[in-house]
């Protein structure tokens, strides 16, 4: 007893321990109000992908308030931020609740961040310098070269970065940086598959860019998101994420057919 469900011992162990790691070099400095807000949307989050908090279950702030040993303010604060990036649902009275995502809600989602990407994969391929491919080069190699899969992630998020960067406005930029934060990407980047996919996609888009062929970039952009969604819902269905009650509500709403109550 006094053991949150959401995370086994060992699991609430090791947050501990990641949590504790990025302080290392802060002379003993203790985390402040909102390094504790992080800590608790991380927790979530992660629990949220790995499914243990599954789709429509209520997120309690006292179990995780517990489990990461803090108080519920910076709970409270990173359910209002997640809700605000749709991983949980607010309802007024009855608490928050993890959001289920439809097939239609990721290939939506996949679809828009396409039409963002190609939109910067144009104009990048437009006016990239010899000196911008080199940096994108390198981030590839190191991307492919690293065993280690926090490095991996956080390269190839460089990687996307610099392509953005080259290619567009601030205004897109903040839009770009607003959808990355989104559930379907997590689930996303939880497959086996996406290392894979984006080193495909990588090397597409460096020769793309490198030749100055924007019908290339754009195809590659279009091409890759389009990917991302077919991997995050097989890797969705494989987990049981729908039920097949689900699938045939959602296949009968997109043809307006009337479900039967069982």
Not at 29 to 47: C, G, T, V
């Amino acid at each position: 007893e006094g053991v949150s469900p959401v995370l086994d011992p060992d699991d609430q162990a090791a947050v501990a321990v990641d949590w504790c790691a990025k302080f290392d070099d802060t002379l003993g400095a203790r985390p402040n109000h909102q390094s504790l807000k992080e800590m608790a949307s991380d927790f979530i989050r992660k629990n949220v992908v790995s499914g243990r908090l599954g789709p429509g279950a209520k997120v309690d702030q006292d179990e995780i308030a517990g489990a990461l040993g803090i108080s519920r303010l910076p709970v409270r604060e990173a359910l209002i931020e997640l809700a605000s990036k749709g991983f949980v649902e607010s309802i007024p009275r009855r608490g928050a609740f993890v959001v289920k995502l439809t097939v239609q809600d990721i290939e939506d989602h996949f679809e828009v961040i396409g039409l963002l990407f190609a939109l910067t994969a144009r104009r990048a391929a437009k006016g990239i310098t010899d000196k911008q491919i080199q940096a994108l080069q390198q981030l590839h190699h190191d991307t492919t070269s690293t065993q280690d899969p926090a490095k991996r992630l956080q390269k190839s998020f460089e990687f996307y970065r610099l392509v953005n960067r080259i290619g567009t406005s601030d205004r897109l930029l903040l839009t770009l940086r607003f959808l990355a934060l989104a559930l379907p990407n997590d689930f996303y980047f939880s497959t086996a598959r996406w290392p894979a996919t984006e080193t495909v996609y990588r090397e597409r888009i460096i020769a793309a860019l490198e030749n100055h062929d924007v019908e290339a970039a754009i195809t590659a952009t279009d091409e890759h998101l389009r990917i991302c969604a077919k991997v995050t819902i097989d890797e969705l269905r494989a987990r049981g994420y729908w039920s097949d009650a689900d699938e045939v509500t959602e296949v009968a709403s997109q043809f307006e057919i009337a479900v039967p109550y069982e």
